[in-house]
């Protein structure tokens, strides 16, 4: 990468593009809405059932300009998820102030574990415990997506649910190759501990992106 470009992608004037797509947002609390998803590569959080792992080289992904993908998201949606790899790795000043100059809501899905930018209408934090977020991430949390994967995952999610705010929505998701045993752990913990919802990936049962 040159130096120029280098500069660029530090301000978040370019960011490493993995994938953009319009799609059906098929987890959390807007599961359902039509949003354009941003993924932005590069992550070292390190989750060994991560099933987006090539993202997390951000060298494998080429830095575009943060205008070019604002002017591709205007072609079709009114909300942006903000998705990875890691997104808050690389500033998201420019982007999401350009993308609300344009009146498109801005939603991230984030693990937290480094430093908060950006202006969201939407601020889904997923902590995992390979590392951790950031206690500045916990106040700005709208929902806090926890990824159940063994039955440990439920103290780590009411740990990190006495960090949100009042606002904060609480999910718990099975992590996908374990779905059938933790879907029903979970739904038997919603029905004792009714803070929490459940959270499926729909898109996952959809076939679509
Ligand atoms: S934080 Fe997200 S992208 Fe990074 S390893 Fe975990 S699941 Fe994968």
Same mark, same amino acid.
Do not use: R, V
């Given at each position: 990468m040159d130096k120029n470009t280098? *500069?660029?992608v530090d301000k978040g004037i370019m960011l490493p593009l993995m994938e953009?797509? !319009? +799609?059906?947002? #098929?987890? #959390? %609390?807007? +599961? #359902?809405?039509?949003?354009y998803f941003i993924r932005v590569g590069g992550c070292d959080v390190g989750c060994h059932w991560c099933d987006v792992k090539e993202s997390w080289n951000a060298e494998l992904h080429p830095p575009t300009l943060a205008d070019t993908i604002v002017d591709n998201v205007k072609k079709y949606a009114e909300t942006v998820v903000i998705t990875g790899g890691e997104p808050l790795m690389w500033s998201m000043d420019y982007i999401t102030d350009l993308l609300q100059k344009n009146n498109i809501r801005t939603h991230i899905e984030t693990s937290g574990a480094y430093s908060f930018s950006g202006k969201w209408n939407w601020f889904c934090l997923s902590p995992k415990k390979t590392k951790? $977020?950031? %206690?500045?991430? !916990? $106040?700005?949390? *709208?929902?806090? @997506?926890?990824?159940?994967?063994? +039955? /440990? *995952?439920?103290?780590?999610?009411e740990q990190e649910a006495a960090k949100v705010g009042a606002k904060c929505q609480l999910y718990l998701q099975p992590e996908? /190759? @374990?779905?059938e045993k933790m879907t029903a752990l979970i739904v038997d913990y919603v029905m004792k501990n009714p803070k929490w919802k459940i959270s499926l990936q729909t898109h996952k049962y959809l076939n679509i992106p």
């Open positions: 280098k *500069d660029l953009e797509f !319009y +799609t059906i947002q #098929g987890e #959390g %609390a807007h +599961t #359902g809405t039509a949003a951790m $977020p950031l %206690a500045e991430c !916990y $106040p700005e949390a *709208d929902e806090l @997506k926890m990824i159940i994967h063994n +039955t /440990s *995952d439920f103290a780590f999610a996908w /190759s @374990k779905k």
